[in-house]
């Protein structure tokens, strides 16, 4: 039985979206791994709302961090990848996650970035922004 092969542009494209892919799930495994080993509790990771998904959600002492989880190559470019309009969505996501989990409402929430990066450790940007 011969094999059906995809070649050219659709197969590069479908490849290198799951090797981003692949490296974006990395990426939030190794900031869990750091906001554990900081101290925090992690409360939730890829949270699902209608409204966009939070990375990881996260707590220590009387805060919630939300945070958002960039990966690229190289550290510059990660550190340019949140957009003004991400942001929003990350703080209407948060709305809706705290409106679910109303036990967590005494807490103070943070929105915080984490920079990813091939073979170093993610750098954690404590109140990058505030909404």
Same mark, same amino acid.
């Given at each position: #039985?011969? &094999?059906?092969?995809?070649?050219?542009?659709?197969?590069?494209?479908?490849? %290198?979206?799951?090797?981003? $892919? +692949? !490296?974006?799930?990395? %990426? $939030?495994?190794?900031?869990?791994? %750091?906001?554990?080993?900081? *101290?925090?509790?992690?409360?939730?990771?890829? $949270?699902?709302?209608?409204?966009?998904? @939070?990375?990881?959600?996260?707590?220590? *002492?009387? @805060?919630?961090? @939300?945070?958002?989880?960039?990966?690229?190559?190289?550290?510059?470019?990660?550190?340019?990848?949140?957009?003004?309009?991400?942001?929003?969505?990350?703080? /209407?996501?948060?709305?809706? !996650?705290?409106?679910?989990?109303? $036990?967590?409402?005494?807490?103070?929430? +943070? !929105?915080?970035? #984490?920079?990813?990066?091939?073979? +170093?450790?993610? &750098?954690?940007?404590?109140?990058?922004? /505030?909404?």
């Amino acid at each position: #039985m011969m &094999r059906k092969t995809t070649t050219g542009a659709a197969a590069t494209g479908r490849t %290198a979206r799951g090797a981003a $892919e +692949r !490296f974006g799930r990395y %990426a $939030e495994a190794v900031c869990r791994l %750091a906001l554990r080993l900081a *101290g925090y509790r992690v409360l939730a990771a890829r $949270e699902r709302t209608p409204l966009g998904e @939070i990375d990881i959600v996260a707590q220590r *002492g009387g @805060i919630l961090a @939300i945070v958002e989880v960039k990966a690229r190559r190289d550290p510059g470019v990660a550190a340019a990848a949140l957009s003004g309009r991400q942001s929003q969505r990350l703080v /209407r996501a948060a709305t809706v !996650f705290l409106s679910r989990h109303p $036990e967590l409402s005494g807490l103070a929430v +943070r !929105f915080d970035v #984490m920079l990813v990066s091939p073979w +170093r450790w993610p &750098r954690h940007l404590v109140d990058a922004w /505030r909404p």
